[in-house]
């Protein structure tokens, strides 16, 4: 299945914001409420950050939002600190397989 | 604590099969979709399938259909990914996921395993 597109990689100095986006096709992103953002450190396991496109699970920080436009989705971060620098994907379903499918990822970098 | 548990680092050579596992702590194993995630070196993640433990439904991603296996033993809330035939570009690093959504059209997995390293060569 064809994986959404996230820029390769974004930085930024601690303490501004960033915003990664995620681009997909007619009949995921458009289509239904199921974009997620995942954080992931290497060597560790990836975290789910946004569900349902702007949802935030219990413990995530409030610096952390999703949001929709079209057949985009974004992911924000803001007031960066040192500790978000990882690796982050996107995720979506999508009704051309009756699945998800999961973005290039994108490599954050803090200044 | 709620978590996924993934068997240790596998070195293998080529045409041996695998099998991996996952096994949940702390919540109602049966009840959750697990999912497997691959992801190759240097690249993103990859989705699979994944299975419920309660029935051993599975739902295979095309690209995965017929190259690996998944399985689930209720009894002692472990899944499990079977890959044969093994090949150098299996080599990757597989991770279990627990499917978080109430249906599948809200994707996403909530809770994951730190991952099992298989590597393939001769």
């Known amino acids: 299945q064809s994986a959404l597109t996230q820029p390769a990689s974004v930085s930024a100095s601690p303490g501004q914001s960033i915003t990664i986006s995620c681009i997909g096709f007619?009949?995921?992103?458009?289509?239904?409420?199921?974009v997620s953002w995942y954080q992931h450190h290497p060597g560790e396991a990836p975290k789910l950050i946004i569900y349902?496109?702007?949802g935030r699970p219990s413990g995530i920080s409030g610096r952390f939002s999703g949001s929709r436009s079209g057949n985009t989705a974004s992911l924000t971060i803001s007031g960066l600190q040192a500790e978000d620098e990882a690796d982050y994907y996107c995720?979506?379903?999508?009704?051309?397989?009756?699945?998800?499918?999961f973005g290039g990822g994108t490599k954050l970098t803090v200044l | 604590e709620v978590q996924l548990v993934q068997s240790g680092a596998e070195v293998k050579k080529p045409e041996e099969s695998l099998k991996i596992s996952c096994k949940g702590f702390?919540?109602?194993?049966?009840?959750?979709?697990i999912g497997w995630v691959r992801q190759l070196p240097g690249k993103g993640l990859e989705y699979m399938g994944m299975?419920?433990?309660?029935?051993?439904?599975?739902v295979y991603s095309p690209s995965f259909q017929g190259q690996v296996t998944l399985s689930a033993d209720k009894s002692i809330n472990t899944a499990y990914l079977q890959l044969s035939g093994l090949k150098a570009s299996d080599t990757a690093m597989y991770y279990c996921?627990?499917?978080?959504?109430?249906?599948?059209?809200?994707?996403?997995?909530?809770?994951w395993g730190r991952g099992t390293l298989v590597t393939v060569s001769s």
């Open positions: 299975i419920y433990p309660d029935t051993s439904h599975t």
């Open positions: 996921a627990r499917f978080g959504g109430a249906a599948f059209k809200n994707w996403y997995f909530d809770l």
């Open positions: 007619t009949g995921d992103i458009d289509t239904y409420n199921s």
């Open positions: 995720a979506s379903y999508t009704d051309t397989y009756g699945l998800g499918v």
């Open positions: 349902d496109v702007s």
């Open positions: 702390g919540y109602g194993f049966f009840g959750y979709y």
